[in-house]
């Protein structure tokens, strides 16, 4: 189109226009101008695109122990590894990512937490738990967001007490924390994940899923009983389910990595009992861990029915389709391939627009 149609054309149709855009060229057009800059970034334009949009995308987030490089991103679209510079944030200060949901992130310098949103480069310091308690102390945290950034919740539980855990809920509405009482101090075996309006964890001894009700702020152990045999259970919700993932049969005495499994579990609510939903084929799950050595450790997340999985060794990722049950490898990530580089965490980021803090 030529330059004099663009410049004469309203602003009300330039911005219907690019509202029809996927987020990622939006993102490419914020650097053609100030204007078209301001122009993505206003409110008008963030309320149309909110009406008028219906792609979604999402962006594999992978946090290493490497100071050189903290944080890796897979693009799906373009099959791509890059790493992404979040120089916006606070300067002469180093947060790394702890957890992500929605298009929004959780990030912590060790003292401080903050909320951010890398496609509006925007930013806030999440406020101070109650009674003056620190951040320092804690073991266990997940996040949960909507679409629309009008509610989400950030939980938190903190071990300063010896032998008791506080449970503290973020509600982003409000913008304060909500104490729960003390409870004795449990022992988790995966990460924590928000699956509806209620927070989920496997605890050891006994084993168990341990659910946070964030209505009644009060724990309690969901029903159904553990499958046999697991090592490293992880849990991730997707398209309106709840599942499991674990090695099986990996802590037996002269156990190989031949014989070892890689099991999906389903959380059937109204029958409680996890119900066995896929295997890991073998030749893939043998690719995945390499060695015995590998198995202390793997990192899951899920994005409508993609969930990605990748060892802590730094392995290739693997995706598998919930709809399709189906297994495939993402192309290789240089900084991974060499394996000097271990993976701390891996999550997904929609990235929106609408959410502006």
């Not at 944030?89 to 990030?107: M, Y």
């Not at 590998?294 to 290739?316: E, Q, R, V």
Request: aromatic share 12%; with cysteine.
């Amino acid at each position: 189109m030529e330059r004099k149609i663009w410049s004469s054309m309203p602003d009300c149709l330039l911005e219907r226009t690019l509202a029809m855009l996927p987020i990622p060229c939006l993102l490419r057009l914020r650097s053609v101008c100030r204007a078209w800059n301001a122009s993505i970034l206003s409110s008008s334009f963030l309320k149309l695109y909110s009406s008028l949009s219906s792609q979604r995308t999402h962006y594999l987030l992978v946090t290493t122990l490497d100071a050189k490089c903290p944080l890796l991103v897979f693009d799906p679209i373009r099959e791509k590894w890059h790493a992404p510079s979040l120089s916006f944030l606070p300067i002469n200060t180093e947060f790394s990512l702890v957890t992500a949901a929605g298009g929004l992130l959780c990030l912590s310098d060790g003292k401080d937490f903050i909320f951010c949103n890398p496609v509006t480069r925007k930013w806030r310091k999440i406020p101070s738990l109650p009674e003056g308690r620190s951040f320092v102390n804690i073991i266990l945290l997940g996040m949960v967001t909507s679409r629309d950034l009008k509610n989400g919740k950030l939980l938190m539980l903190d071990s300063t007490d010896c032998c008791r855990q506080a449970t503290y809920l973020y509600d982003f509405v409000g913008q304060s924390w909500k104490c729960s009482d003390a409870v004795e101090e449990e022992f988790f075996e995966s990460n924590g994940v928000f699956h509806g309006e209620n927070f989920y964890v496997v605890c050891s001894f006994p084993p168990r899923v341990r659910v946070f009700n964030t209505r009644n702020s009060t724990w309690v152990s969901h029903p159904a009983p553990l499958p046999h045999g697991m090592v490293n259970p992880s849990l991730v919700p997707s398209c309106g389910r709840l599942l499991m993932l674990a090695i099986v049969d990996a802590i037996r005495q002269g156990i190989t990595i031949q014989s070892c499994r890689f099991q999906i579990w389903l959380l059937n609510e109204e029958a409680q009992i996890w119900e066995e939903f896929d295997c890991m084929p073998k030749t893939v799950c043998q690719n995945f861990f390499k060695s015995k050595e590998y198995l202390d450790g793997f990192s899951c997340a899920a994005y409508d029915n993609l969930i990605y999985l990748t060892s802590y060794h730094g392995s290739p990722t693997v995706v598998f389709d919930i709809c399709k049950r189906s297994w495939r490898w993402l192309p290789v990530c240089g900084t991974l391939a060499n394996h000097s580089v271990c993976i701390n965490d891996i999550f997904v980021l929609e990235p929106l627009l609408n959410m502006v803090l």
